[in-house]
């Protein structure tokens, strides 16, 4: 395998096309996931744009430009996800800047704010909670999407809670957000007033601990633990949720999450019997892979 110091004199003086592909070809022989789009956005990112497609692919990379390409390719070589490389990332339109070790959001998600647009939000939506804010996501595109909207968000990491403040003032939408550093529970305990909600949404952590080696390096290597671990069964934080929820919210109110297929019998034990939530939906994910659901509580 050839080093990156010798492709790095290959690249030199090359157009951005020639760049992207040389690149490409580099981290396909050193085994890096998604080669092609790691070389683009490495590419565009040193040209100071958001994609490849808005770069003029005939010019060429400056001298300062190109070591920007180079650190860029060593932080890819130690396996660094590339939304964290380019230090942020486009969540359905909204602009979220991204640091390790916070949750990098997954396109699935950007399903989870569809369904809610189209199926959770009624006119007299004017307050919702999230449990598990990370960078903001889920949050700050529904602020963004219904001007109505003000929320509560929690998270258990400090560094979550920072991002999602700092991703809220960038957006403008500060003054409709109340970022709390607690776990779910501690808020229950503890709440900041006796708020009640019109909605509550959550993409919680759901890996059971004995998957999480299985998770590529990219993941176990950068990202919060604490945002992928679900205990045993995957099922802990989902399970607060489910049983704490009606604290908080209004009657006749939905709780949204994000939850894993392995989890589909769990929770339809858990809602028929247990807590007056009542199932009312799992819906399939674009891979058709992962559920996410909805519940209506509503002391029935
Ligand atoms: C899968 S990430 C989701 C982040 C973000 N909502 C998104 O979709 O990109 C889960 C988040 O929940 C937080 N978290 C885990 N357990 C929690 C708990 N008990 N209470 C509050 N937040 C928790 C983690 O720190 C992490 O930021």
Not at 33 to 56: D, F, M
Not at 109 to 117: A, D, G, K, P
Not at 125 to 138: Q, Y
Not at 218 to 223: G, L, V
Request: aromatic share 8%; net charge negative.
């Amino acid at each position: 395998m050839k080093s990156w110091r010798s492709i790095a004199i290959k690249i030199n003086n090359t157009s951005v096309l020639n760049c992207v592909s040389v690149l490409c070809e580099f981290f396909k022989n050193s085994n890096i996931g998604e080669p092609l789009e790691s070389a683009r956005y490495i590419v565009a990112h040193a040209l100071n744009k958001k994609t490849i497609n808005s770069c003029p692919s005939t010019e060429k990379l400056s001298r300062p430009q190109l070591e920007h390409v180079s650190k860029m390719v060593d932080l890819r070589l130690k396996q660094m996800p590339i939304q964290y490389i380019v230090g942020g990332w486009d969540f359905l339109g909204v602009e979220l800047d991204l640091k390790p070790p916070v949750f990098i959001p997954r396109p699935e998600t950007e399903m989870l704010i569809e369904l809610i647009s189209n199926r959770g939000i009624t006119e007299n939506s004017k307050k919702f909670f999230e449990v598990g804010c990370g960078s903001g996501a889920i949050s700050l595109a529904l602020l963004k999407k219904f001007k109505n909207l003000t929320c509560t968000a929690v998270d258990i990491s400090h560094e979550a809670c920072s991002l999602t403040r700092l991703n809220s003032l960038k957006l403008g939408l500060e003054s409709r957000i109340n970022v709390i550093n607690r776990s779910f529970s501690d808020y229950i305990r503890n709440p900041s007033a006796n708020e009640k909600f019109d909605f509550l949404v959550s993409n919680p952590p759901y890996i059971p601990t004995s998957q999480l080696s299985n998770l590529q390096d990219e993941i176990k290597n950068y990202e919060d633990v604490r945002a992928l671990d679900g205990g045993e069964k995957g099922f802990d934080v989902i399970e607060q949720i489910l049983s704490l929820a009606p604290n908080i919210i209004k009657n006749d109110s939905s709780v949204w999450l994000e939850v894993d297929e392995s989890h589909f019998d769990i929770i339809n034990d858990y809602t028929t019997d247990k807590n007056n939530l009542k199932l009312i939906a799992f819906e399939k994910d674009f891979l058709q892979k992962y559920f996410t659901f909805l519940v209506v509580t509503g002391y029935i």
